[in-house]
């Protein structure tokens, strides 16, 4: 479903409902991309559900589609994927648009570098400036080329080898999207290919290869960091996947509830990974009633049902050592943190700086915008909140074309006294294409 590209917000007096995965609560973004590119490797078919139906992973489906994976559509988040087992992607007959999708590119060097295959790819406006220099490092020393503009951005060519040399990769920064890379990398390249990460990143690709029977080692170190290895080239068969919803799309919901009074929702079968579930207990430490329901597991993967309650929201300090867990929800978090009593500071956001947008110059403007107290002092975001007390409103916000910057104003909007205009909303479309009627069925009654 297309999304408006002028989206406005109201007041609201209580939001109330369930929201449950896959219906209102699109599927695990960083889970689907992961699932499409290990089932495509995989012998046999792999049937998988509630794969995010949103624009980023559907870039993911044509870049696997246009290298000779063959791939069904069966509705809405269905998909039979044919794996390859053994066989080579091939050589696709044009450059690849991978859209806004940073995750489908740095995914997609991995995959592409253990095959003799040239492959150009290119973006938006948005993909085109982002840093490509992580991913390119560790897939030139096991054997990738790249032809490349001196700043190392989209577009660019891959040139991948049929002789890719196994690697221990040392990360210098904190990124699941490089470490995935190296790890995918590894399946199609003989010999034992590792990284070791100093702080430890969301691991939903060594979850799925675990799920799926691929040799992989986690080593944990006193330091809190570990080292993954991966043993290829190998075969694996085809198992059914199952995403769970996404957390980083309820949480909007979730801050929703938190800080318009008298809310009370419930949200249904969301990933509770420890790497995603922690803007939840940010949130609870804030106050926010956060209650448990129900918790089980998919495809090696914990899950919960949740229930949030409003209450009074207390400031917050985040130490820098949290940012892998929160790099996404900061938006959401930043929104709560203006509604909260005191000021809340949230350290160590320098990655933020590299993301679909610079999130935290978009957090910045847009919340003194709407005239919340806000700085920015280096990698540190300062919030001072209205104790709870509705902001003005009235004023017309320029997302950067950036769908969780869009995502958080459009709940910042339903405490201010008058409508926040959100322009440019379509780049939702990427993650959440159904978010805002999603928003409207949670609303129950515009306040006066
Ligand atoms: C993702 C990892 C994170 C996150 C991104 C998705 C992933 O980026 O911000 O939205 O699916 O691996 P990093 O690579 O910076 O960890």
Not at 164 to 191: C, D, E, F, R, W
Not at 274 to 290: D, H, I, N, Q, S
Not at 353 to 379: A, H, P
Request: with cysteine.
């Amino acid at each position: 479903m297309a999304i408006n590209n002028t989206l406005i917000s109201y007041r609201q007096s209580h939001l109330r409902g369930t929201l449950v995965a896959h219906k209102d609560i699109p599927g695990d973004k960083s889970i689907s991309h992961r699932a499409l590119f290990l089932a495509a490797f995989a012998t046999g078919i792999t049937e998988i559900d509630g794969l995010n139906t949103g624009e980023d992973v559907a870039h993911t489906q044509l870049a696997l589609e246009a290298m000779g994976v063959k791939i069904e559509n069966l509705g809405a988040g269905k998909r039979l994927v044919h794996g390859l087992g053994g066989t080579n992607l091939t050589q696709p007959k044009n450059p690849l648009y991978l859209g806004n999708s940073g995750t489908t590119t740095r995914l997609l060097g991995g995959v592409i570098t253990p095959f003799p295959i040239a492959v150009t790819i290119y973006g938006d406006a948005s993909l085109s400036q982002r840093p490509m220099r992580r991913m390119i490092l560790p897939l030139k020393e096991m054997g990738a080329t790249f032809e490349t503009n001196t700043n190392e951005t989209l577009p660019l060519t891959i040139r991948g080898t049929s002789t890719p040399a196994a690697l221990h990769y040392v990360m210098p920064i904190p990124s699941a999207q490089v470490k995935s890379s190296v790890l995918l990398a590894g399946i199609n390249t003989q010999g034992v290919t590792s990284v070791h990460e100093p702080l430890k990143t969301r691991d939903h690709t060594e979850k799925l290869m675990d799920y799926l029977g691929i040799p992989l080692t986690t080593t944990s170190h006193a330091s809190g960091g570990q080292t993954l290895s991966v043993v290829g080239k190998c075969h694996y068969a085809a198992k059914n996947i199952t995403v769970p919803g996404d957390p980083s799309a309820a949480v909007f919901f979730a801050v929703a509830a938190a800080i318009t009074p008298h809310s009370c929702i419930t949200i249904e079968g969301i990933n509770w990974s420890p790497y995603r579930r922690r803007a939840f207990e940010v949130l609870e430490m804030m106050g926010t009633k956060v209650t448990i329901l129900r918790r089980t597991q998919i495809c090696g993967e914990e899950i919960a049902d949740l229930r949030i309650e409003s209450n009074t929201l207390n400031s917050i300090t985040l130490e820098a050592q949290e940012a892998p867990s929160l790099i996404d929800e900061y938006p959401a978090l930043a929104v709560a943190a203006a509604a909260a009593r005191g000021t809340s500071i949230f350290r160590g956001l320098r990655e933020l700086r590299y993301k679909e947008s610079n999130r935290l110059e978009g957090i910045f403007r847009n919340l003194s915008t709407c005239g919340i107290e806000v700085r920015v002092d280096d990698d540190t975001l300062i919030v001072k909140g209205t104790s709870g007390l509705p902001i003005f409103g009235g004023v017309t916000i320029n997302v950067f074309k950036d769908h969780r910057i869009a995502m958080a104003l459009y709940i910042l909007g339903m405490i201010a006294r008058n409508p926040i205009i959100i322009q440019g909303a379509d780049c939702i479309a990427s993650s959440f294409p159904h978010f805002s009627s999603v928003s409207e069925n949670l609303s129950f009654m515009r306040a006066a």
